[in-house]
Each structure stands twice: as structure tokens, then as C-alpha cells.
């Protein structure tokens, strides 16, 4: 049994602090908790939900750095005390879990009160609803939290046993897709375009070698691109600092266009030395491999995946951006589950509105998946781990951050999928006109389809990019404008410092 005890009246003295500010409140939420000790759910839930509401209205009235910590923290100890009620009253853990997440999120923490602990008891619950049970128990003295698993036998248990007198069928692997052979260098490249029958055409265009450098022949490479079309071959922009044409793997081309842009420097695994004075004095951005490898997130059966996240943590309450980009006049913010979330946003193709889990510190929300994942050595060059962020973004295919720069050093580490990415340095500033106000660290510019006509000195700006694959790191440097597309479905995490 995993249980979670809290002392009575410790949280009575929060109770009482909050009378020195806001009686009113105090009293109402003092005379929720005593219908509560008296069992009467009913009125305390109304009492309760009045508490809230009124928390909530100060919550979103202004900026929200300028919100007081006594509102927070009062929204972090109503929402303890909603769950309790749903709880007492019978209803699902699901509900209880979601109201403590929206104090997680919404809250501040207050002492004896671990909404983190309380949340991963609940979700440890729903995760073995069926086989296990969550109780709460309320006297004069102690608040308990108790899950009983002890006499249950496990799912994985139940499953083995029921399949261990089956016999098990020869699974055999299928075979992988035949990929094309692509030569070191084909010289006459041209002869690609000056193919005279479609059979020759596709033979050599299937071969065309990584030498080809589209930004010496953008001639040939718009002519390329414009017949792979009229042939109806599968191309794809492919925005890597290597590769102009290739095979895409399946029975398509890729065809990288020019844009004028630098590939941003890829280095194997830097010494902390060398990152310093290479890249991170000189604000020199760089793509860094073999760095995360190791992690579990990233490898073996605990890697992550849709299917892997929806089950460990898919009850959990996250905030989701709802449209392409914060930018856009119809953008929107909405709590939902993560299982939802991802059913919803990411797996269903039919979904024309995309969702976007972004700059969200999932870590400190469930600090269950930081055992995933590691603080990269690097992020020590900076002011100490207390000060540092990590921030989780998740989302489908297409999903973007419009061009804008942060006050951070940044780490950009890529678990699921794979993203474009352009760079900007800080000195390009005059050529990507900033918003005023509010938004002055975005740029108005559409970086992949610009107005010209209306932002015509962006066209003098030297920028750099890369495509960021599974498994790798992009050093972003601070104030260093960027831009990011999401290629596929992609889960990356930023640690800024």
C-alpha cells in the first residue's frame, strides 16, 4: 500500500494566514473543511466550488506575474480539498487527479500541502483501475491518502499467466524495404533532366548523388524539382546541411531548394571546454550528436512514444495551444488529458486544428519523467541548476514556434520525431522586424513564405538551419532568433539557463 498523510492542523495554519489577508475567503474555505470533518460532501463541494470561482476570477485578472502568491497558493489548498470531497463522495479518481493537476498548474506550493505527491498516488491508481483502490480517510487529527494493490495480483502478472500454457506462434521479422544505391558521385548530374525515356529518367534520378550543391545550380535544381512533379515522384523538402537530392527512402526523392542559408555546424559530443569557448563565448550555434543516446527516453523499452506516454501518464491534466502558432488571431489555450491530447491532436489525421503542448514544465509537474531524461553537462557553464528551466513540447506534424529570440542560453534536445529549424543571430535584428509591445521578441515575418513587399529588408538577412533529428542537440544561443517547424509528430525539451 502506498499512502500520503497530512496533519490536520498544519493545514489549519495556512487557514489562519489567510485570515490575516482575505477573512472572507479563510472563512469560506474553513467552513468547507468543517462540512467535510462532518461528512456533509454536499455543502462543502458548494462552499468549495464558491472558493474556487473567486480564486479563479483573481487569477486571471491582469498579468499574471503580478497575481499575488496568497491567491495561488489558496487555489493550490481548495483545489487538495475538492479532491478530497470527490473522493469522499464517490466519484473517479480521474476526476480527483484532474483537479489536483489544475492546482499544480495553477497553484503555488504550499507547506504540508505536495499536490506532486498526492498526484502521482491518484495516477498511480488510475493507471490500475480494476485491480487497485484509493481511500481517504478524514478524523480530527490526520488527512490519508491510501492505495491498496497489495492483494491484487498485477496486470502483467494476470497476462503472463494467462498466456504461459499457449503456445507462442514464430514471429517472423518482415523484410526491410530494398533502399536504392546511391554511388559516392554522380559527375553528370544533369544528365538527370536530359533523360530522354521515363525508364532512364527514374534510374538515374533515383541515384543522384549527396555532391550535388543546389545553391551553385539553383537553375537546374528548380528545373529537377519541377519534373519529379510532372513524373508524380513523391518529393519532399529536406532541410539538411549534407544532403541536396536523395532517395527518401520510399520510392521517393527529396530535393533541398536554396535559400541562401548556412547548415548550422554539427560537432560529435564537445568537452565542456571546448563548448565553452567554441560555441557558447562565441554565440556560435551548433547541432551536437551522441549527447542524449543514453538517456531513457531515448532508448531501449522505456524510449518514448505516443503509446508509451498515453499509457504511463495519459490521465494527467497538461495545457495545450490550440492553433498552428501563438501568433495567430484565433489561438487559444485549453486544459485537457494528455491521453486526449494526443488522441485528439496527434493520431487523428482528420483533426483540422492543431494542438500543441508547448513551454510547458512538464518535469516539475510530473517529476516522474526527469528519471527519463538527463540535465545535459553543458547547462553547468550557467548560473547553477536552481536557475535553470526545462520545458517540454509536444505536438503533430506542423506544428509551429514563429521566428522570436529568448533571454536564455538554450538546449534543445530532440526525444520523438524530428523538426526544421532556422537561426538568426542577434545582429540580424534590423532585417526581421520585431513586434512592439508585448510580442517585441517576435518577428512578424513568415520566415518560410515572406511578404516582401511589405518586409523587404528580410530578404538581407543571414540566417542558418538544420533539420534536428531523434536523438540530437541544438545549442541556441542567448537572444539568438529562431524558428521552428515540427517535420512529424515530435516531443523535444528545452533547457534554458
Known amino acids: 500500500a502506498a499512502e500520503m498523510c497530512l496533519k490536520v492542523a498544519e493545514l489549519y495554519q495556512f487557514i489562519s494566514s489567510l485570515k490575516d489577508r482575505y477573512n472572507s475567503l479563510a472563512s469560506i474555505i474553513e467552513s468547507a473543511w468543517v462540512a467535510l470533518q462532518a461528512s456533509d460532501t454536499e455543502k462543502a463541494n458548494a462552499l468549495s466550488k464558491v472558493a474556487s470561482?473567486?480564486?479563479?476570477?483573481?487569477?486571471?485578472?491582469?498579468?499574471?506575474?503580478?497575481?499575488?502568491?496568497?491567491?495561488?497558493?489558496?487555489?493550490?489548498?481548495?483545489?487538495?480539498?475538492?479532491?478530497?470531497?470527490?473522493?469522499?463522495?464517490?466519484?473517479?479518481?480521474?476526476?480527483?487527479?484532474?483537479l489536483v493537476d489544475k492546482g499544480i498548474l495553477m497553484g503555488a506550493p504550499i507547506s504540508p500541502v505536495s499536490l506532486h505527491e498526492l498526484a502521482s498516488l491518484l495516477a498511480l491508481g488510475v493507471s490500475k483501475e480494476g485491480v487497485a483502490t484509493v481511500e481517504v480517510s478524514l478524523s480530527a487529527e490526520v488527512l490519508k491518502f491510501e492505495i491498496h494493490t497489495s492483494e491484487m495480483v498485477?496486470?502483467?502478472?494476470?497476462?503472463?499467466?494467462?498466456?504461459?500454457?499457449?503456445?507462442?506462434?514464430e514471429v517472423v521479422p518482415e523484410e526491410p524495404l530494398p533502399r536504392p544505391k546511391i554511388p559516392l558521385r554522380l559527375r553528370n548530374y544533369k544528365s538527370v533532366c536530359q533523360a530522354e525515356t521515363?525508364?532512364?529518367?527514374?534510374?538515374?534520378?533515383?541515384?543522384?548523388?549527396?555532391?550535388?550543391?543546389?545553391?551553385?545550380?539553383?537553375?537546374?535544381?528548380?528545373?529537377?524539382?519541377?519534373?519529379?512533379k510532372q513524373k508524380k515522384i513523391?518529393?519532399?523538402?529536406?532541410?539538411?546541411?549534407?544532403?541536396?537530392?536523395?532517395?527518401?527512402?520510399?520510392?521517393?526523392l527529396y530535393l533541398q531548394q536554396s535559400r541562401g542559408l548556412t547548415p548550422i555546424e554539427r560537432v560529435q559530443c564537445p568537452s565542456l571546454e571546448e563548448f565553452y569557448y567554441r560555441y557558447m563565448k562565441q554565440e556560435r550555434p551548433a547541432v551536437l550528436t551522441g549527447c542524449i543516446d543514453h538517456w531513457p527516453a531515448c532508448s531501449g523499452d522505456t524510449a518514448w512514444s505516443?503509446?508509451?506516454?498515453?499509457?504511463?501518464?495519459?490521465?494527467?491534466?497538461?495545457?495545450?495551444?490550440?492553433?498552428?502558432?501563438?501568433?495567430?488571431?484565433?489561438?487559444?489555450?485549453?486544459?485537457?488529458t494528455l491521453s486526449e491530447f494526443i488522441s485528439k491532436y496527434i493520431e487523428d489525421p482528420s483533426s483540422k486544428s492543431k494542438g500543441y503542448l508547448a513551454q510547458h514544465q512538464l518535469f516539475d509537474q510530473i517529476p516522474e519523467l526527469r528519471d527519463d531524461i538527463?540535465?545535459?553537462?553543458?547547462?553547468?557553464?550557467?548560473?547553477?541548476?536552481?536557475?535553470?528551466?526545462?520545458?517540454?513540447?509536444?505536438?503533430?506534424?506542423?506544428?509551429?514556434?514563429?521566428?522570436?529570440?529568448?533571454?536564455?542560453?538554450?538546449?534543445?534536445?530532440?526525444?520523438?520525431?524530428?523538426?526544421?529549424?532556422?537561426?538568426?543571430?542577434?545582429?540580424e535584428t534590423p532585417y526581421l522586424y520585431p513586434y512592439?509591445?508585448?510580442?517585441?521578441?517576435?518577428?512578424?515575418?513568415?520566415?518560410?513564405?515572406?511578404?516582401?513587399?511589405?518586409?523587404?529588408?528580410?530578404?538581407?538577412?543571414?540566417?542558418?538551419?538544420?533539420?534536428?533529428?531523434?536523438?540530437?542537440?541544438?545549442?541556441?544561443?542567448?537572444?539568438?532568433?529562431?524558428?521552428?517547424r515540427s517535420l512529424e509528430s515530435s516531443f523535444s525539451i528545452s533547457f534554458w539557463w
Open 306 to 336: 505516443l503509446k508509451n506516454l498515453q499509457a504511463r501518464f495519459g490521465p494527467r491534466t497538461v495545457p495545450v495551444e490550440i492553433g498552428q502558432k501563438y501568433t495567430d488571431e484565433k489561438w487559444s489555450q485549453k486544459l485537457m
Open 374 to 427: 538527463c540535465t545535459p553537462d553543458y547547462c553547468q557553464l550557467g548560473s547553477g541548476e536552481e536557475h535553470m528551466k526545462v520545458n517540454a513540447w509536444l505536438g503533430p506534424k506542423g506544428t509551429i514556434s514563429p521566428l522570436h529570440q529568448d533571454s536564455y542560453h538554450n538546449l534543445l534536445a530532440q526525444v520523438m520525431g524530428s523538426k526544421y529549424i532556422r537561426l538568426y543571430p542577434m545582429d
Open 154 to 169: 498485477s496486470v502483467k502478472e494476470e497476462e503472463e499467466k494467462d498466456t504461459s500454457h499457449q503456445e507462442t506462434e
Open 234 to 252: 513523391e518529393v519532399r523538402t529536406l532541410d539538411s546541411d549534407d544532403t541536396s537530392i536523395g532517395s527518401s527512402g520510399n520510392g521517393g
Open 436 to 484: 512592439e509591445g508585448l510580442l517585441s521578441n517576435t518577428s512578424q515575418v513568415d520566415v518560410e513564405n515572406p511578404n516582401l513587399e511589405q518586409y523587404p529588408l528580410f530578404n538581407q538577412a543571414q540566417g542558418l538551419e538544420c533539420s534536428l533529428m531523434k536523438g540530437e542537440m541544438l545549442y541556441i544561443p542567448y537572444r539568438c532568433w529562431h524558428y521552428v
Open 198 to 228: 521515363d525508364a532512364d529518367f527514374n534510374n538515374l534520378a533515383s541515384q543522384v548523388a549527396p555532391a550535388l550543391d543546389c545553391s551553385k545550380n539553383t537553375v537546374f535544381a528548380s528545373k529537377l524539382f519541377q519534373r519529379l
Open 53 to 98: 470561482d473567486h480564486i479563479w476570477e483573481k487569477l486571471h485578472s491582469g498579468n499574471w506575474q503580478e497575481v499575488e502568491l496568497i491567491w495561488r497558493q489558496s487555489y493550490t489548498f481548495v483545489m487538495m480539498v475538492s479532491a478530497v470531497i470527490k473522493l469522499l463522495g464517490g466519484d473517479s479518481t480521474r476526476e480527483a487527479l484532474e
